[in-house]
């Protein structure tokens, strides 16, 4: 007999206080070892329209609701005795008759009426209509659909009608009671008026497999899996995944592969998906999983540990750590020695040295900063003919020959000071291991993955390429073009690592609400090009829920927005949001602090994340405040201060943008953007 989890037990199971889990999951246990359920004192619930819904007594007060068929036992919902049985009367589990998917689908005759979201501004409403004028009636944003179009996304038939009826206002109170992939195809309908069917699935041998019923319900394979998807029930990506993310978790790829999309669609859980898959599928592969920082990378561990618990040997084998890390590890293997790596304050000082010594007038010294962290280093140019054929990717001061063959002597004066001194840069590690296992046969890793690559470096690109073997699913990378704030753009292919024609783009958003996705995107261009010209579109990508509109103020002083943010970060822990689900950004630590200081002696506030925005990614909260949102601090004055060409100053721009558009994406439900006047350019563009 099939043995599942469905998604809807998951959600309720953590509801639950810690003494009812603990029974639930004894119970749970002894369902999956004995399906009859002997013992369990199972009853038929009499009124529900589905004659297979059982509930199960786990003590005094909780009931496990399962599902039975011949072949099948799902475990559907736990719940408080009133609530359990109320859950399974209003629901049915049944195969669509279009699309074959299990569907968890509410009775339509159980739902009461629904009542449209509450309205919120971000700008100042337009006039009230006149009084007694009529108004027009909304208009229905399906009507032009057929019943047959509706069946083929997997609507169920008793909600036809409920759906050709409705209005932009009243779509997201119903789509909550769709199934996913009807709501979804719904809402890409609704933003660019294309209808997609799901694909076919391919061999697919019960109606439990299918890919649209696997996001939201589970086969379970042994006591392992069970003891998985008990631990760690708050966790539904480790367990749930979208037909379009499963797709890419499972496709092998002949050559370095890239997964895109914007915040919040599922990149980074793509990325582990693939890293445990590959580990368990290969029982001797070694498989590399990292990204840019040591806590993003630290974070990627605890979530492969939900996926593959240690005892089964998975976990062993999938490396986790920062770019850096690996690198100074390898380094360690390599020369014996951690790598003495220069400080910005050491490299200004020996550029300055080199610059006088070799009498090089009519440069500044920022510009030479720039030069060399940006191409000589970046590149790892150690020769005049290598700095005369280098592409000077997105710098406009341009360099003839003579111009270069002047700075040249000035950056090979610098290379020998730091090599005199025992001195290197990153990109000099970088550099020096890339070489050193581009010949080699044998490589450290099987498959390598990394997270966060839009913000690789050249060398760091160089190194990984170099440190992936060229086989079947060597190398894979996750990204998003619009969330690069730390590098330069340039060409992957250049470097060898061409993924045209194995570049995907995730469209559907789980992390943010509709409201404040599409104020956030108002920050970025429609279609973002990287240097090898492929494009990431921004257009289609649909969030799952809805929510309060984002909210923009302006304060005349600081404490006037302190006060402010005090009294909405009160309301919201009143009306139940957790502290620990509570983010605040600002755009620099010394920002930080007037962000921490406005929410001291909140019931709570040490447990409130603040932090500077450079350190947002990889986070997320139910509700953010990004503060201090002023003129001068976005963009940030002393980088626009330090750039070294018009065209690195419109990079600042875009790359200050960027960081205000990762910041606001942490946020799923609330999201509040305060700043003291003049305020940042970037606000106006947010509620355009």
Request: glycine content about 6%; aromatic content about 8%; some cysteine.
């Amino acid at each position: 007999m099939n043995f599942l989890i469905a998604e809807t037990f998951t959600t309720s199971f953590n509801r639950l206080s810690g003494l009812d889990q603990k029974a639930v999951k004894a119970s749970v246990f002894d369902l999956q070892m004995d399906p009859a359920g002997n013992g369990l004192q199972l009853h038929r619930i009499d009124r529900s329209k589905d004659p297979n819904f059982w509930s199960a007594r786990v003590n005094r007060d909780i009931r496990l609701i399962v599902h039975k068929t011949g072949d099948s036992l799902l475990v559907a919902y736990v719940g408080h005795h009133d609530d359990a049985y109320a859950w399974a009367e209003r629901r049915r589990i049944e195969a669509h008759p279009r699309t074959g998917v299990v569907q968890i689908v509410e009775v339509r005759e159980r739902v009461e009426e629904m009542a449209p979201p509450p309205a919120f501004d971000v700008v100042v409403p337009g006039p009230m209509p006149t009084k007694g004028a009529d108004a027009p009636s909304p208009p229905a944003l399906f009507s032009a659909l057929s019943e047959d179009a509706l069946l083929s996304i997997g609507v169920p038939p008793d909600w036809l009608a409920d759906v050709r009826a409705a209005t932009e206002e009243r779509f997201f109170a119903l789509s909550t009671h769709l199934p996913a992939e009807a709501a979804e195809a719904l809402l890409e309908y609704a933003a660019t008026g294309r209808l997609t069917p799901p694909a076919p699935a391919m061999g697919v041998p019960t109606a439990f497999t299918h890919p649209d019923a696997l996001r939201r319900i589970r086969p379970i394979a042994n006591q392992e899996e069970l003891e998985q998807a008990l631990t760690f029930p708050w966790e539904k990506w480790g367990v749930f995944l979208h037909p379009s993310q499963r797709a890419l978790v499972d496709r092998p790829f002949t050559g370095p592969a890239r997964v895109a999309g914007s915040a919040g669609t599922g990149k980074t859980i793509v990325a582990i998906h693939r890293a445990v898959r590959l580990a368990r599928e290969h029982p001797n592969a070694r498989v590399l999983l990292t990204s840019f920082s040591e806590p993003l990378a630290a974070a990627l561990a605890k979530k492969v540990l939900v996926l593959a618990p240690e005892t089964g040997g998975v976990v062993p084998r999938i490396t986790t750590g920062s770019f850096q890390r690996i690198a100074e590890q390898l380094f360690q293997l390599e020369h014996g020695v951690r790598p003495r790596i220069a400080t910005e304050v050491v490299l200004r000082d020996r550029l300055r040295a080199a610059a006088d010594s070799t009498g090089l007038k009519g440069f500044s010294e920022r510009f030479l900063l720039s030069e060399w962290t940006h191409v000589i280093d970046a590149w790892g140019l150690t020769s005049l003919d290598a700095y005369s054929a280098v592409p000077r990717m997105g710098r406009k001061s341009r360099l003839g020959p003579n111009q270069r063959a002047r700075l040249w002597p000035v950056f090979q004066a610098m290379r020998d000071a730091l090599a005199a001194e025992r001195y290197t840069t990153w990109a000099s590690v970088f550099s020096g291991l890339a070489e050193a296992l581009a010949g080699r046969p044998t490589k450290p890793f099987d498959h390598v993955i990394i997270d966060e690559a839009q913000d690789l470096a050249p060398a760091e690109l160089r190194f990984f390429a170099a440190l992936a073997p060229a086989a079947q699913d060597g190398l894979f990378l996750s990204g998003d073009v619009g969330q690069r704030i730390f590098q330069h753009p340039f060409s992957w292919a250049g470097l060898g690592v061409e993924v045209r024609g194995r570049s995907h783009t995730l469209k559907v958003c789980y992390r943010t609400s509709q409201q404040i996705r599409r104020a956030a995107d108002k920050l970025l261009p429609t279609v973002l090009r990287d240097a090898d010209g492929l494009e990431d579109e921004r257009r289609g990508i649909i969030s799952v829920f809805d929510g309060p509109a984002p909210e923009v103020r302006s304060f005349d002083t600081a404490a006037a927005e302190a006060e402010a943010v005090r009294k909405t970060v009160e309301t919201w822990l009143k009306e139940g949001i957790a502290p620990r689900e509570i983010g605040m950004f600002a755009r620099t630590p010394h920002l930080v602090t007037r962000a921490r200081t406005a929410i001291t002696g909140i019931p709570g506030d040490a447990e409130i994340t603040t932090a500077p925005m450079s350190l947002a990614k990889g986070l997320e909260f139910r509700a953010v405040v990004v503060m201090a949102c002023d003129e001068g601090a976005l963009p940030l004055d002393e980088r626009v201060a330090d750039a070294a060409d018009e065209a690195e100053l419109d990079d600042i721009y875009e790359t200050e943008r960027r960081l205000l558009y990762v910041a606001c994406t942490r946020a799923r439900e609330h999201l509040l953007l305060t700043g003291v006047m003049p305020t940042s350019e970037y606000l106006a563009d947010f509620t355009s």
